[in-house]
T-cell receptor, first 114, second 114 residues
Framework: AQSVTQLGSHVSVSEGALVLLRCNYS??????LFWYVQYPNQGLQLLLK??????LVKGINGFEAEFKKSETSFHLTKPSAHMSDAAEYFC????????????FGKGTTLSVSS | DTAVSQTPKYLVTQMGNDKSIKCEQN?????MYWYKQDSKKFLKIMFS???????INETVPNRFSPKSPDKAHLNLHINSLELGDSAVYFC?????????????FGPGTRLTVT
């Protein structure tokens, strides 16, 4: 079975500061890992995904994440936060299987102050 | 053009009623999903369909019945609505649901049962 743990339900940063959102996964088989963002009253949008190609994955809006198998982690980072980054962020895991669903973490709310 | 659309966006109804939520995708994907997001923003898979065939049917009450008339549509019918059904329901789709494919989410339907 697969699971995801997001450490920190709420992260607050200042504009221009480093953003670090933590995600640890558990999977009995090689996982696929995703980060999605949800803006208020909207659906989810994919930021980036890891599918076993490169361990450092670059996504949209300046975000990136590094897959570390030894630490079972897939933390999301951005060097400099913008006000527009304030949103809910979800880490998710899936495995190679037809019709497989995403297993989501509980989400992290990112607040950005000026 | 909207990739994944849902109707209605908001649904307010009374306990005991029957309601349906419609989902359509114009991406040519062959796999579609229903997720439920509760009041704490936790997202959980309910169903997935691959080529109109039910693949995942998580532990949800049998009052919930998905129907896929074709690959582009996946509707959700809910009988005898209960207060606990209040949530945001997201439809999603992906290509060749092999686990590493990006899932595209609709804007969500906020269901409120009074």
């Amino acid at each position: 079975a697969q699971s995801v743990t997001q450490l920190g339900s709420h992260v607050s940063v200042s504009e221009g500061a480093l953003v670090l959102l933590r995600c640890n996964y558990s999977s009995s088989v090689p996982p696929y890992l995703f980060w999605y963002v949800q803006y208020p009253n909207q659906g989810l949008q994919l930021l980036l995904k890891y599918t076993s190609a490169a361990t450092l994955v670059k996504g949209i809006n300046g975000f990136e994440a590094e897959f570390k198998k030894s630490e079972t982690s897939f933390h999301l980072t951005k060097p400099s936060a913008h006000m527009s980054d304030a949103a809910e962020y979800f880490c998710a895991v899936s495995v190679a299987q037809a019709g497989t669903a995403l297993i989501f973490g509980k989400g992290t709310t990112l607040s950005v102050s000026s | 053009d909207t990739a994944v659309s849902q109707t209605p966006k908001y649904l307010v109804t009374q306990m005991g009623n029957d309601k349906s939520i419609k989902c359509e995708q114009n991406l040519g994907h062959d796999t579609m999903y229903w997720y439920k997001q509760d009041s704490k923003k936790f997202l959980k898979i309910m169903f997935s369909y691959n080529n109109k065939e039910l693949i995942i049917n998580e532990t949800v009450p049998n009052r919930f019945s998905p129907k896929s008339p074709d690959k582009a549509h996946l509707n959700l019918h809910i009988n005898s609505l209960e207060l606990g059904d209040s949530a945001v329901y997201f439809c999603a789709s992906s290509q060749a649901g092999t686990g590493n494919s990006e899932q595209y989410f609709g804007p969500g339907t906020r269901l409120t049962v009074t």
